[in-house]
């Protein structure tokens, strides 16, 4: 069976309580594929916050596992994602709670994007998404990998 990805942009707000409204494509998603059941954690390498499905926050820690402690990068790594990784359910109303402490890790305000990032998804400040996404930044060096990779 194929699973159905994660695609696509939202912009939402988080409220005075620190909820999301999860975006209704990514809750058929998760309801249809996956358990209610989902992670929370910093991302390794950006100012924004993943968020994974049970089952593939699963296969994550099992591909982490497998790799050798001691490797400073996978220190860091699990520093950063797997100490930061809070647990969650998707409520009756589509909505999650993100804790304080990681809104306060990936510099969220009030005005978010949701980003389907295919086995993930992922939350920024609506600012720090627009300013990533500027087309001014793109160089040659991000073009040529892209054709490296066939893209």
């Known amino acids: ?18 909820r999301v409204i999860v975006p209704a494509p990514f809750r058929d998603i998760i309801r249809s594929n996956y358990s209610t059941k989902l992670y929370i954690t910093n991302s390794p390498t950006e100012n924004c916050l993943n968020i994974y499905p049970q089952e593939e926050w699963q296969n994550l820690l099992s591909k982490i596992s497998e790799l050798p402690p001691s490797d400073r990068a996978v220190k ?3 520093y950063r994602v797997i100490a930061s990784a809070h647990d969650c359910e998707l409520d009756k109303q589509g909505r999650i709670l993100v804790p304080s402490s990681l809104r306060a890790d990936g510099k969220l305000g009030s005005e978010i994007a949701v980003i389907g990032q295919i086995h993930w998804i992922q939350i920024w400040d609506k600012n720090e998404w627009e300013s990533m996404m500027s087309l001014t930044d793109i160089d040659g060096d991000y073009e040529d990998k892209l054709a490296e990779l066939g893209l």
């Not at 695609?7 to 309580?17: E, R």
């Open 1 to 18: 069976m194929i699973v159905p990805n994660f695609h696509g942009k939202y912009y939402n707000a988080i409220d005075a309580k620190g």
């Open 76 to 78: 860091k790594y699990r």
